[in-house]
């Protein structure tokens, strides 16, 4: 006995109101196998959620999109940071600088590695320490670091702080963008199951498989189980239920 599958996709939900919103274009109020006060929820509904998933859908797009460009950001800025770092260890290595000069980017006296900067996180972290470190020591008049100054390593880290922020925001606006759809999901999802049910109630007096295929017209899915043999009643294409 094949049974109903309800839309598990936003696609389908989408889908599975049209159909029914078409129907009711269509046929007379008397004709038609569900209320008149469905129809007009429908018309109503459908729009606000068809926006809704585009927004999202659309925001995600964009994100996707924003994400590859601040990881060629974040390589940059990563660059530029190790390179001052290791540049400032091998002054201090040659003895042009003393092991102290690392305490004023916030890190031991002799300690020779390059802090972690696997995260934005830690980019923002260790930027803010060696910029401010680095102009710290300028305005009491030390000499520079160089190739990279602080300077071209500002820029970068400025850039990157730009991106991320604006990236930031963008994640704000498309998990907003989610929770909507989260939201009226589970609308359109009462809303089908009463659809559904008053066009299978319309035609429940009718045999199984005429009921099933004059439903079917609605938009209803009805799907076989593995273990059962699909039987001709009906010309539906029972795989397209996403």
Do not use: C
């Amino acid at each position: 006995m094949p049974y109903r599958r309800l839309p598990n996709t936003d696609s389908a939900r989408i889908r599975a109101m049209r159909n029914a919103q078409d129907m009711g274009s269509r046929q007379t109020p008397a004709e038609l196998a569900f209320s008149q006060s469905t129809l007009m929820q429908i018309r109503t509904f459908l729009p606000v959620f068809e926006q809704a998933v585009n927004n999202q859908r659309n925001y995600q797009k964009s994100q996707i999109e924003r994400n590859k460009k601040i990881q060629d950001v974040i390589k940059k800025t990563r660059l530029y940071l190790s390179h001052f770092i290791q540049v400032m260890n091998m002054a201090v290595a040659r003895g042009e600088m003393k092991p102290e000069i690392r305490e004023a980017f916030g890190l031991k006296k002799n300690d020779k590695r390059v802090p972690d900067l696997n995260t934005e996180k830690d980019l923002i972290l260790w930027g803010k320490r060696i910029i401010e470190g680095e102009e710290t020591r300028l305005a009491s008049g030390a000499s520079p670091i160089t190739n990279p100054t602080i300077a071209r390593v500002k820029v970068h880290f400025q850039d990157f702080m730009r991106v991320w922020q604006d990236q930031q925001h963008y994640h704000d606006i498309f998990q907003k963008a989610h929770e909507k759809v989260a939201n009226l999901r589970k609308d359109a999802d009462q809303l089908i199951v009463n659809l559904w049910n008053q066009i299978e109630a319309n035609f429940e007096d009718l045999k199984p498989d005429e009921a099933r295929e004059k439903a079917s017209k609605y938009g209803i899915k009805y799907v076989y189980r593995k273990n059962e043999k699909l039987r001709p009643f009906l010309n539906v294409n029972y795989g397209d239920v996403s």
